[in-house]
């Protein structure tokens, strides 16, 4: 696993010393401060079976990622994380099942839980430019619809609205633009996006805080929102699309 960053928009590039070992996702929240994931395969043996868990440790640099240390904290069979959370002070925020951490940048840690009707394994968590937390998940009791959730305060969410039933991939939030993107279900309920390369994703977007929604159908293989109402779509196809809403 090799590191590099740059400071000119991508014109030139500086490598950087290799992160730890199975770095997964990374994310600053200042010019030399950040977070990053690293997995540890632990594989465990019985009389019947060989079962294989996920250790994520999270670590932290203030060195523009020349050095890492590490948190202490440790995440056992994390959800689908690309990169850390972290609010623009420097607190990450990290899902463990129905157990929703956040970590502040002197390591002082505050644990609290996720809504009981959740799919705990099928969750993305984002912060809009308040650094609030929102959620889209997929219910457990109803597997027909999914829903996107704000959080009010601890342990107090608020349903903002509900969707169809799909396999959560992002979610972004700024002001009253809403963008939740996914891939449908099909009739048992499964996701075959990884069987049918190219297939269809759905793009929900609100612009009136979740009370309206519009969906759009198109092929998204990454996307990443900038913060300014746009919105970058790379496709299977090796193309890439931007959007400004």
Same mark, same amino acid.
Do not use: C
């Given at each position: 696993v090799s590191q590099s960053r740059y400071k000119d928009f991508g014109r030139s590039w500086t490598t950087l010393p290799p992160p730890p070992k199975g770095s997964q996702g990374i994310a600053f929240y200042s010019e030399n401060s950040g977070y990053l994931y690293a997995d540890t395969f632990l594989h465990t043996e019985t009389t019947d079976k060989i079962s294989t868990d996920v250790d994520t440790e999270l670590f932290q640099t203030h060195d523009g990622g020349i050095t890492w240390k590490t948190t202490g904290l440790h995440v056992l069979n994390r959800p689908r994380l690309s990169r850390p959370l972290v609010t623009k002070n420097g607190t990450v925020w990290i899902q463990d099942g129905n157990? #929703?951490?956040?970590?502040?940048?002197?390591?002082?840690? *505050?644990?609290?839980?996720?809504?009981?009707?959740?799919?705990?394994? *099928?969750? &993305? #968590?984002?912060?809009?430019? *308040? /650094?609030?937390? $929102?959620? =889209?998940? !997929?219910?457990?009791?109803?597997? @027909? !619809? %999914?829903? &996107? #959730?704000?959080? &009010? +305060?601890?342990?107090n969410w608020k349903i903002i609205t509900k969707l169809p039933s799909l396999f959560p991939q992002n979610f972004y939030v700024q002001g009253s #633009?809403?963008?939740?993107?996914?891939?449908?279900? /099909?009739?048992?309920?499964? %996701? @075959?996006?990884?069987? =049918? =390369?190219?297939?269809? +994703?759905?793009?929900?977007?609100? @612009? /009136?805080?979740? &009370?309206? $929604?519009?969906? !759009? /159908?198109?092929?998204?293989?990454r996307s990443f929102f900038d913060g300014d109402r746009t919105l970058y779509r790379a496709t299977p196809f090796q193309e890439l699309f931007k959007r400004r809403y």
């Open positions: 157990t #929703l951490i956040s970590n502040t940048v002197e390591n002082k840690k *505050h644990v609290e839980q996720l809504p009981a009707d959740l799919d705990y394994a *099928h969750v &993305i #968590l984002t912060l809009d430019e *308040h /650094d609030s937390l $929102w959620a =889209f998940a !997929e219910q457990t009791k109803n597997h @027909t !619809e %999914n829903v &996107i #959730l704000h959080r &009010i +305060s601890e342990n #633009l809403l963008i939740a993107i996914g891939t449908p279900m /099909d009739e048992e309920g499964s %996701n @075959t996006l990884s069987m =049918f =390369f190219g297939r269809l +994703s759905q793009i929900h977007v609100s @612009t /009136d805080n979740g &009370i309206h $929604w519009k969906k !759009e /159908d198109t092929a998204i293989q």
